[in-house]
């Protein structure tokens, strides 16, 4: 693994750090969105080429298999953005790239470059599907009959911005809970698949209605719905996460994210927490062991509580260490 990290150095220390992060980000929504929706795909040909599915609605049978269509969408997203999320940010979905332009979170030229991408990850994807199953690709988003263009689109709209926000205050929300964003994530999207896959799709995405209609070479009259309704959901996801950050949501709930054992909170909404008293330990080397001795410069600074050397890993220890000094919270 060195040896890869030392050649991948030399071949990009020419670039420019924005240029090169600009590459990795599409890259690395190219090979996410592919993957994801890779299998995705894959197993909604599976359930959607049985032959059961031609015949007349039955409750049961379609029931396990439109949820067997929403887990796969949901596992695959949550697997893939857990991989992705630390290189190009894991958003593999137009919908949620225009988000993050509109929250101000990513420049027009990153989400310009990353949409591309996505979308080519998504034709790449149901070309692969299409050539690995025998028979024609069935994974195309469709109106159910009876379902209205108008319906539809709310329907999609609703929808993505459940996903978005979940994004939002999970993944762009930093937290003790951050690390399991993926899972959420994919969660999010399971259930609204759950609901809307049998009238829509279930698209939520763009991509995922653009791939299959290349591969296919057949765009429905209302393929623009899914453009639209996704988009619109991401702006009214973004204005209102716009809008509690203006509340300052964090003050409404500010112990949510204590660590458990700390006691019960005296702090007002939005006061900075008191610094910690500072003891000096006659022992230690960074205080004088005497009136008027000079501390050693040559030596480590160290912990006035603990006496361990302060390091960058030594700090679970200290805070301890200054918790059990403190005594316990009133």
Known sequence: MDRFRDQGHAATRRLPLAIKNHIVATISEFVGTFLFLLFAFGATNVVNSAPAWEQPIDTNANAAKLLYISLAFGLSLAVNVWAFFRIGGGQFNPAVTFAMLVTGSASIFRTAIVIVAQLLGAVCAAALVSSLFPGPLA???????????????????????????VIFMTAGEK??????APVCIGLALFIAEL???????????????????????????????????????????????????????????PDVDKVPGEGVSTLQPGAAAPAPPIKHDQFSEDTPTRPGQIANPDAAPTHSVTGVPATPFNTGPVIEAQRAARGPHV
């Open 139 to 165: 994974v195309s988003t469709v109106l159910v009959p009876g379902m209205s263009i108008a319906r539809g689109l709310f329907l999609e709209m609703f929808l993505t911005a459940e996903l978005v926000f």
């Open 175 to 180: 937290n003790r809970a951050t690390f399991v």
């Open 195 to 253: 609901m809307g896959v049998y009238y829509t799709g279930g698209s939520l995405n763009p991509a995922r209605s653009f791939g299959p209609c290349v591969a296919t070479r057949s765009f429905p009259g209302y393929h623009w719905i899914y453009w639209l309704g996704p988009i619109l959901g991401a702006l009214l996801a973004s204005g209102f996460y716009g809008f509690i950050k203006i509340l300052e949501f964090g003050t409404a709930s």
